[in-house]
T-cell receptor
Framework: KAGVTQTPRYLIKTRGQQVTLSCSPI?????VSWYQQTPGQGLQFLFE???????NKGNFPGRFSGRQFSNSRSEMNVSTLELGDSALYLC?????????????FGEGSRLTVL | DAKTTQPPSMDCAEGRAANLPCNHS???????VYWYRQIHSQGPQYIIH???NNETNEMASLIITEDRKSSTLILPHATLRDTAVYYC??????????FGKGTRLSVIA
């Protein structure tokens, strides 16, 4: 079974640009979460989508947005990039069901903003 | 903010058991205890979770105190590949995982 797939794995942007990151969850998983990891702040929750609806949102500015498609694939977008947006962006999916459920993480997209 | 407290770092000799403590004194009755680990430059990996009872799987054992205010993750025979940052997280259903700073475990040959 394929794991969570994130693309691109690495990218470099300049300040003021925007970026779109993609995440394909494990087949059958309908919940997708996004996290940002930086050396200073650690792993921080961005948002979670379930069945194309945002279910939870972290404390990030409106420049950070996301969406989920009917096939459960998800994208996140960061507009007007700042140097501090340089980070590893991680996507995770969760199996269906109401139980506690583990999150399966992808390898991440490493964004560098120059 | 993370609701757990963990030591910043620990060492363990290869082949010995690694016992990683976690304090979660403000845990609520509906919150589970989760453990994840992150090996350098990879996404976090789920290890185990529990509510009240001790749990064991092929990777580790989770011991939760009776009052649920603390827990210990046990890796029975640590190997060099277990060197990672280990995160203890408390979480209620349908809420996000909130990661703290974790414990950096170094397994030494």
């Amino acid at each position: 079974k394929a794991g969570v797939t994130q693309t691109p794995r690495y990218l470099i942007k300049t300040r003021g640009q925007q970026v779109t990151l993609s995440c394909s969850p494990i087949s059958g998983h309908r919940s997708v979460s996004w996290y940002q990891q930086t050396p200073g702040q650690g792993l921080q929750f961005l948002f979670e989508y379930f069945s194309e609806t945002q279910r939870n949102k972290g404390n990030f500015p409106g420049r950070f947005s996301g969406r989920q498609f009917s096939n459960s694939r998800s994208e996140m977008n960061v507009s007007t990039l700042e140097l501090g947006d340089s980070a590893l962006y991680l996507c995770a999916s969760r199996p269906p069901g109401q139980g506690p459920g583990e999150l399966f993480f992808g390898e991440g997209s490493r964004l560098t903003v120059l | 903010d993370a609701k757990t407290t963990q030591p910043p770092s620990m060492d363990c000799a290869e082949g010995r058991a690694a016992n990683l403590p976690c304090n979660h004194s403000t845990i609520s009755g509906n919150e589970y205890v989760y453990w994840y680990r992150q090996i350098h430059s990879q996404g976090p990996q789920y290890i185990i979770h529990g509510l009240k009872n001790n749990e064991t799987n092929e990777m580790a054992s989770l011991i939760i105190t009776e009052d649920r205010k603390s827990s210990t993750l046990i890796l029975p025979h640590a190997t060099l590949r277990d060197t990672a940052v280990y995160y203890c997280i408390v979480r209620a259903l349908n809420t996000p995982l909130v990661f703290g700073k974790g414990t950096r475990l170094s397994v030494i040959a």
